[in-house]
């Protein structure tokens, strides 16, 4: 294995990320102030803001996940307990104990066992609860009916909310990390221009270089031999 920056985040995927962050940063913005947490812009604008970047998300998602299945991506999400305890260890002790990150990316696994459940926990569990419940509240606020559930629109709206809280909750965990083991543009610019540093196998290797010469960038090692 050896260490190369090679271009691990595509041009789709760039998008997606950014799209979805401004999206769901809108959605938080709109959200509480039709929950009165704020009174920046008015009930009508914020509503209506809401519902139509909700639909522009939905439709992100969409491409997103055909696009994770028929690239192969959805592979980087799948979880897996090796080396999953040595993660959860450096971020409860050794962070605090100036250690290094004992995780280094790869071709096939560019997030780490913890990020890799987060992420998946995110998109089978937050989402979904999110996008059910905003289309459900959505007909009953356009007037859909749902006789003999008298208390469900509470429940749909409860449902909503929380999704909403865990999803800044996630946001804020998120941010933090991006403050770890680097500096905060160490850690964007990967998102921005798609190159990032990767344990590369010989053949993994020798695969990018036949077939994809323009997404390897150079060799780390290398690199650092000649300074």
Known sequence: MSMHRIMIYTRFERLWHWLQAGAILTLLFTGLRIHG???LISFETAATIHNIVAIGLLVLWAFATFWLFTTSNWRHYMPTKQGLWRIIRF????????????????????????????????????????????LIYLYIVLGGSWSGLLN?????????????????LFLIIHLYMLTIGGSLIQHI?????GFDEVDLSQVEEAYLEA?????????INQ???HR
Do not use: C
């Open 189 to 193: 610019t990967p998102m921005i221009n």
């Open 211 to 219: 077939d994809e010469p323009n997404h390897i960038k150079d060799d």
């Open 91 to 134: 971020y409860s002790y050794g962070i605090f104990q100036g250690e290094h990150h004992p995780y280094h990316k790869a071709f096939w696994r560019k997030h780490n066992p913890l990020q890799a459940a987060a992420y998946l926990g995110l998109k089978i569990v937050i989402f979904p609860m999110v996008w059910i419940s905003g």
């Open 223 to 225: 690199s650092e031999n």
């Open 37 to 39: 947490t704020h009174t």
């Open 152 to 168: 469900f629109p509470a429940a749909v709206a409860f449902t909503h909310t929380l999704a909403a809280f865990a999803l800044i």
